[in-house]
């Protein structure tokens, strides 16, 4: 059997999303910035496409860039942002997405002040230790993704983007994790900065979105032509677009449901675990599934120093999973994010995440190859 349980790290394309992607890969070339109908005809279809993504959020289409990911529009986001409205602080934790951190480590270098969020032993952000810092330091930009992609933790969005509205900060949540797995309503928001990314909710690679409030006006992050309404140059990618507005459309349409059916996954696996296992525990709160992130479960299996296989024994028995971030994948560096936790350096950390395409039969079959495994290392 072949089960793939890292989907944090990319999805499996909708069947149905290819089909609408297919003309536009095929016989609708033309490029959109080009005045005749070859151009204009898929002008129209980017067009649609992005009023389907505003419908969907409850925005409007002029608030909606389409970029080549969440990295690029996590990004955009922030430099922009500061160069724009010279902003010299920075509020962030240590446990954001590697495009948000590396970001603030940069912007440390250009002379920005980062500070950096208290978190619990869980990873959970400390809202208070927020309000101090944004009373101490006016004109600020909070970062802080609405869920983690390693252990599941999330925020609640309308608690901080009323305290950063309270205290006059702009708000930009990564929310590459959420998007297509829970409904955004932007009208009932205080965030000024919402991020997508196709591939995470079934759609195509290389595509994705930044949502940007109207009353935050930015400069261009990339320049070089007209397009995205002249904030984001270079011809545009027609056919993830597509892909994109479709599968957000799909899973819009499916959420309920898909949510019974993953959260059921989630706990089988969690309730099987337990059974199976001994001393495993769990990173952040991903076994808490009133808290966390319902595709996600991070677990710590008993301390072993043959654990650093653990995720190659898998791989031969047919179970794709990661150990972490997909981003860190292959690279001695590790987790920053278990690292945050303190997490054993002898712990076998794993990642198991899901998606609609899963089924229990398969869970069933990783708790019972997990466990042929794990006996090998005692």
Known sequence: MKVYLDNAATTP???????????????????????????????????VARRKVANLLNTSPSEIFFTSGGTEAD???????????????????????????????????????????????NGRVDLAHLEELLKENSASLVSLMHANNEIGNMINL???????????????????????HYVHDLEKLNVQCIVGSAHKFHGPKG????????????????????????????TENVYGIIGLAKALEIAYEEMDMHETHISSLKKYMIEGLKEKFHGITFNGVSDDLNQSLYTVLNVNFPPSDKNDMLLFNLDIKGISVSGGSACSSGTDVGSHVLRELNTPIDSGSVRFSFSKYNTKEEIGYVIEQLSQVIQLYK
């Open 13 to 47: 394309l909708d069947p149905v999303v290819f089909e609408e992607m297919k003309p536009y890969l095929l016989g609708n070339f033309g490029n959109p910035s080009s005045i005749h109908a070859h151009g204009r005809k898929v002008r129209a279809a980017i067009e």
């Open 75 to 121: 990004n955009m986001a922030i430099r922009s942002s500061i160069a724009s409205h010279n902003i010299k602080h920075l509020i962030t934790s240590k446990i954001e997405h590697h495009a948000v951190l590396h970001t603030a480590e940069m912007l440390e270098k250009e002379g920005v002040k980062v500070s950096y969020l208290n978190l619990d032993k």
């Open 158 to 180: 309308e608690e901080v983007g009323e305290i950063c509205a309270a205290h006059k900060a702009i708000f930009h949540s990564d929310t590459v994790q959420t998007m297509g």
């Open 207 to 234: 595509i994705g979105f930044l949502y940007l409030d109207a009353s935050h006006k930015m400069s261009p992050f990339i320049y070089g032509g007209a397009q995205e309404r002249n904030m984001r140059g270079g």
